[in-house]
């Protein structure tokens, strides 16, 4: 395979944060070394040939993040000689990244070289190495992992972490990047680290809030005033996709349950998105045992190795994993209809702001609420969707449950560790509670290129003629709307 410029740019673009200090395996000794540029100026920095050699496979070369900031962050799954407990760690690991909010496109997985995976995240501006420590212990926590499976990568000038596509040269394996809904197949193409985008590291900073309900952005901007590395710009929210399997679609699930296993080495995966399926279903977590071994039990031996009892202790592991953390599926709706009786009753709320926020909350539910109609949305998410702050949007929720038309289903809950520490919060979820009144009238949501606060307006000038809406708003209302109509 051809190794181009453009390889090793995206290699710089991606991991490159820090030159004067590197890891290198030599192909001889097959042990790691640390070079130090500032230690030993004979040293030299690391430079496009080493990311070249390492594509080549004539030694492995890792990097560090800066002393204050990485531009990546990689979860280190590293169960020696039980490959398939890593891939459970692994699943365990990416299920939780999606259930807090990261998008499967931004989250990348490759063979570690010695039967284990990173799995990486990369930033489009650099992180606090701080937070990004901060953020792996959330991931840990939500996981059930420990930092002895999993460990934090570049840890501060520390620890660096090995470069993908290279050769580990203790067991010749190349780590090439994997397909995470086929089985963890290796991607077998230089090419594929082409494709890879950063992703937009305000995620991090909405989960964050999130999470902890602690504030960031402060901090963030007292870093960019002193190191002048980071610029932070509100930007239209990119983790609306949260939690979602677009490449496990119910159809495929259910062809998995009804045909069965194919092929060795899929039944662990297999049945983990199973047992999502069925809690997604409404089976409590006892039926969803009973009936995953049951499936088990029906599967071809041929295409399983695992001992039938060992089978079902995994079962149990995994379903009770999936019902203790709510590990969900999640399909984005890519019709959306909004009708008139439903705008009808969004205008009956008091003031304009309270109209956008249940608005949002209203197109939000319809795209990512489960079977149940339950569905969340961060504050965050809320401020950036309809241009209010934090604070507005946090007082606006609460009226509008107090009106009626929305239903808190959980608020506030404590995520504890094993000692009973407060780790962090889980998202709010709610529930659309409006009249389900038929209705001919309906206007038609653009998904594609949804901006929240421009199909508000969109939706209403579909509804109603401006008549009708002068003599249903306030005044001062139907002036503003009329002037962003205009």
């Known amino acids: 395979m051809k190794i181009t410029e453009e390889h090793v740019a995206q290699f710089n673009k991606l991991f490159v944060l820090t030159r004067w200090k590197y890891i290198y395996q030599s192909p001889e000794t097959?042990?790691?070394?640390?070079?130090?540029?500032?230690?030993?100026?004979?040293?030299?920095?690391?430079?496009?040939?080493?990311?070249k050699r390492h594509l080549k496979g004539n030694g492995a070369y890792g990097v560090f993040s800066a002393k204050d900031f990485t531009k990546f962050l990689t979860f280190d799954v590293d169960v020696k000689g039980d490959l398939q407990r890593a891939k459970w760690i692994t699943i365990k690991l990416v299920e939780s990244l999606k259930q807090f909010g990261i998008d499967d496109k931004d989250i990348h997985i490759s063979i570690s070289g010695n039967k284990g995976y990173h799995v990486d995240?990369?930033?489009?501006?650099?992180?606090?190495?701080?937070?990004?420590y901060e953020f792996y212990k959330m991931m840990l926590e939500r996981s059930d992992c420990t930092p002895k499976e999993i460990e934090f990568r570049?840890?501060?000038?520390?620890?660096?972490?090995?470069?993908?596509l290279g050769i580990h040269q203790?067991?010749?394996?190349?780590?090439?990047?994997?397909?995470?809904?086929?089985?963890?197949?290796?991607?077998?193409?230089?090419?594929?680290?082409?494709?890879?985008?950063?992703?937009?590291?305000?995620?991090?900073?909405?989960?964050?809030?999130?999470?902890?309900?602690?504030?960031?952005?402060?901090e963030i901007v007292e870093i960019e005033e002193t190191r002048h590395l980071i610029e932070i710009q509100i930007t239209p929210l990119n983790s609306y996709k949260q939690n979602i399997d677009e490449k496990v679609t119910i159809e495929a699930i259910e062809k998995l349950l009804h045909e069965g296993l194919k092929s060795v080495g899929t039944r662990h995966n297999s049945s983990f998105k199973i047992a999502k399926y069925f809690r997604y279903q409404g089976f409590d977590q006892e039926e969803s045992l009973d009936m995953l071994n049951e499936w088990i039990r029906q599967q071809d031996e041929a295409n399983y190795t695992t001992p039938l009892d060992l089978c079902y202790k995994d079962n149990e592991s995994i379903v009770e994993y999936i019902y203790d953390k709510e590990v969900s599926m999640t399909f984005e709706a890519k019709k959306i209809e909004v009708s008139y009786e439903e705008m009808k009753q969004i205008l009956k709320l008091k003031s304009?702001?309270?109209?956008?926020?249940?608005?949002?909350?209203?197109?939000?539910?319809?795209?990512f609420a489960n079977q149940q109609g339950v569905f969340y949305m961060s504050y965050n998410q809320m401020s950036k969707a309809s241009g209010l702050s934090d604070k507005?949007?946090?007082?606006?929720?609460?009226?509008?449950?107090?009106?009626?038309?929305?239903?808190?289903?959980?608020?506030?809950?404590?995520?504890?560790?094993?000692?009973?520490a407060y780790v962090s919060k889980k998202?709010?979820?709610?529930?659309?509670?409006?009249?389900?009144?038929?209705?001919?009238?309906?206007?038609?949501?653009?998904?594609?290129?949804?901006?929240?606060?421009?199909?508000?307006?969109?939706?209403?000038?579909?509804?109603?003629?401006?008549?009708?809406?002068?003599?249903?708003?306030?005044?001062?209302?139907?002036?503003?709307?009329q002037l962003q109509t205009i």
């Open 427 to 481: 998202p709010n979820k709610y529930q659309m509670n409006m009249a389900d009144i038929v209705s001919d009238s309906l206007y038609q949501v653009d998904v594609e290129e949804l901006n929240y606060k421009e199909s508000f307006i969109l939706a209403i000038n579909s509804l109603y003629d401006m008549s009708e809406l002068k003599r249903k708003l306030p005044r001062r209302q139907y002036q503003q709307l």
């Open 154 to 164: 570049p840890d501060m000038l520390k620890y660096g972490v090995k470069l993908p």
């Open 30 to 51: 097959k042990g790691w070394y640390t070079f130090d540029h500032f230690i030993n100026n004979k040293n030299r920095k690391m430079n496009d040939s080493m990311i």
């Open 352 to 367: 304009l702001n309270q109209k956008k926020i249940a608005y949002c909350l209203l197109i939000h539910s319809k795209r």
């Open 170 to 218: 203790a067991t010749g394996n190349r780590c090439w990047y994997v397909y995470y809904y086929n089985y963890f197949k290796p991607i077998k193409s230089f090419d594929h680290i082409l494709t890879i985008e950063q992703m937009d590291v305000d995620i991090i900073f909405d989960i964050m809030n999130r999470e902890r309900d602690i504030y960031y952005e402060q």
């Open 392 to 420: 507005t949007v946090r007082t606006i929720v609460n009226q509008i449950e107090e009106f009626g038309i929305l239903k808190i289903v959980a608020r506030n809950q404590i995520i504890k560790d094993s000692n009973g």
């Open 121 to 132: 995240l990369y930033f489009n501006k650099p992180i606090g190495n701080d937070i990004a």
